[in-house]
């Protein structure tokens, strides 16, 4: 990581950190940058918590937008941290695999997470969605489920600056997910400090 560890936090960023510790089950990963700035910090650990565990998108679905955006930022740590928890919840793992090659993935019968994608892509990628793509998504996820999935979207993004910016190491053990982005096969050391 571009930045040394917290070797002693403030009281703010203590009680920061016990709160995203309780939640999350650790204070780590990008969650060691964001506590640069406590506030800004706790606010987007709440919108990371509404996105991750109560929008009112389901859980499948959910981990399907978290993944597209890190696939557009090619943000390894949230991919690594997330790619199979996608499948545990319902994406099929062929899918994932195709998502993380660059290629369009084939949902199969699950239409939802086609639209979903189509949707996401062309947000992230043209930076607004055709009045066919709109209407798709409206009547699959209605007003709610749309302003939910674009908040998720841009909360995954921010994150995903923050994780490449601040170069957040990968766990011990992972390995880079897409290595022809950087152009090496990275692989986090076994020996490194556990976050």
Request: aromatic share 10%; with cysteine; net charge negative.
């Amino acid at each position: 990581m571009r930045l040394p560890p917290l070797d002693e936090l403030t009281p703010r960023q203590a009680e920061i950190s016990e709160r995203i510790a309780s939640r999350r089950g650790g204070t780590r990963g990008p969650f060691l940058v964001w506590l640069r700035s406590p506030e800004l910090c706790e606010r987007v650990e709440a919108l990371g918590a509404f996105c991750r565990f109560e929008s009112s998108l389901p859980l499948r679905l959910r981990e399907l937008s978290l993944l597209i955006a890190a696939r557009h930022f090619d943000a390894a740590y949230s991919w690594n941290a997330h790619a199979d928890k996608a499948v545990e919840v319902g994406i099929p793992a062929e899918s994932v695999q195709q998502l993380a090659q660059g290629v369009t993935p084939d949902f199969g019968d699950d239409h939802e997470a086609a639209i979903l994608y189509r949707f996401s892509t062309e947000v992230l990628e043209k930076h607004f969605v055709s009045d066919e793509t709109f209407a798709a998504g409206l009547a699959a996820f209605g007003e709610q489920g749309l302003v939910d999935l674009i908040g998720s979207l841009g909360n995954y993004s921010m994150l995903a600056m923050l994780l490449n910016t601040f170069q957040v190491d990968l766990k011990p053990g992972w390995t880079e997910p897409y290595p022809d982005v950087r152009g090496f096969a990275k692989v986090a050391p076994e020996t490194a400090t556990p976050a």
